[in-house]
């Protein structure tokens, strides 16, 4: 059973930086994507970033984009991400995404993932 833990979420100031991190246990992840999405209150699941486990090739939402950075220790199994020059509207519910390969769908799509993290908040106060 695959395990996805997050850590690093909490209130920062505007300008301020955090690093998420997502361990991940009980497989690896080949080919395949590992993601990050985030939801804020009363907003759906959205897209922020993700990484393609053997190639390291990422993508980033253009909200966040020459912000935030995925990164990914294949030793360590764990993604991170860094999160700069935050925003108040970065305030969300960060989770951590992975998929196993059986589902259908493109790299920004929650659709794919069938593992998740439970979750660390990240507060930007303005």
């Known amino acids: 059973q695959v395990q996805l833990v997050e850590s690093g979420g909490g209130l920062v100031q505007t300008g301020g930086s955090l690093r998420l991190s997502c361990v991940a246990s009980?497989?690896?992840?080949?080919?395949?994507?590992m993601g990050w999405f985030r939801q804020a209150p009363g907003k759906e699941r959205e897209f922020v970033t993700a990484?393609?486990?053997?190639?390291?090739?990422?993508f980033y939402a253009d909200s966040v984009k020459g912000r935030f950075t995925i990164s990914r220790d294949v030793a360590k199994n764990t993604v991170y991400l860094q999160m700069n020059s935050l925003k108040p509207e970065d305030t969300a519910v960060y989770y951590c995404a992975a998929t196993s390969g059986r589902r259908s769908g493109s790299y920004y799509s929650s659709n794919l993932y069938d593992y998740w993290g439970q979750g660390t908040q990240v507060t930007v106060s303005s």
């Open positions: 009980g497989r690896t992840f080949g080919a395949y994507p």
């Open positions: 990484v393609y486990w053997n190639s390291g090739r990422s």
